[in-house]
């Protein structure tokens, strides 16, 4: 069974809208997850790390301010996308090791699409 | 930072037969080396990793060598079967809790019935 959930699933929104993705660790406590973003028939890019109690570390290249992410708890990390462009449209997955030295599991993805 | 390449891009197997997958990554602090499998639209799922300090893993149907010399990894999967068609992601992580996950590129694996 899933040892990381991310929610929701898939969004449609108008762009300009901000859309928030959760991703929670199910049974067992994250200090860090990660943020990847996957365009279609692409790999898996890593845009942040993101860590409990503190400022998310962020990719060359990935905006900061326009992907907005938060740490509050040990099971819990969102990645807000502020104002979203068509051009952000993408598959969003999160990820966490299961704990130290282990391997990460991943959430099941946001699709996202800005129309 | 780490580059994980990977080949080949494609790749299309009878069913049975074996296939393979290369990996090459340039920073030799890293240790450690997961294999996922992605069905479209899903999530990716860790089907086997090995670590620095092995040679080769094998589970089943599926094997993976390492050689740290050479700084390349390998997936091996034997009597393909359609269900075995998805896209195949390698990656290495350096040390350190962080764990940090650089991937290839991806193979589009085919098994033929």
């Known amino acids: 069974g899933a040892v990381v959930s991310q929610h929701p699933s898939r969004v449609i929104c108008k762009s300009g809208t901000s859309v928030k993705i959760e991703c929670r660790s199910l049974?067992?406590?994250?200090?860090?997850m990660f943020w990847y973003r996957q365009f279609p028939k692409q790999s898996l890019m890593l845009m942040a790390t993101?860590?409990?109690?503190?400022?998310?570390?962020?990719e060359q290249g990935v905006e900061k301010d326009k992907f907005l992410i938060n740490h509050a708890s040990l099971t819990l990390s969102t990645l807000t996308v502020t104002s979203a462009h068509p051009e952000d449209s993408s598959f969003y997955i999160c990820?966490?090791?299961f704990g130290v030295g282990q391997p990460q599991h991943f959430g099941d993805g946001t699709r996202l699409s800005i129309l | 930072g780490e580059n994980v390449e990977q080949h080949p891009s494609t790749l299309s197997v009878q069913e049975g037969d074996s296939a393979v997958i290369k990996c090459t990554y340039s920073?030799?602090?890293?240790?450690?080396f997961p294999w996922y499998k992605q069905e479209l639209g899903k999530r990716p799922q860790l089907i086997i990793d090995?670590?620095?300090?092995?040679g080769e893993k094998k589970d089943q149907r599926i094997a993976v060598t390492l050689n740290k010399t050479a700084k390349h990894f390998s997936l091996h999967i034997t009597e393909t079967q359609p269900e075995d068609s998805a896209v195949y992601f390698c990656?290495?992580?350096?040390?350190?809790?962080?764990?940090?996950?650089?991937f290839g590129s991806g193979t589009q694996l085919t098994v033929l019935p």
């Open positions: 993101s860590n409990e109690g503190s400022k998310a570390t962020y």
């Open positions: 920073d030799s602090a890293s240790n450690y």
């Open positions: 990656a290495a992580s350096g040390s350190g809790s962080a764990r940090q996950l650089t």
């Open positions: 049974d067992f406590q994250a200090t860090t």
């Open positions: 090995i670590r620095s300090n092995v």
């Open positions: 990820s966490a090791p």
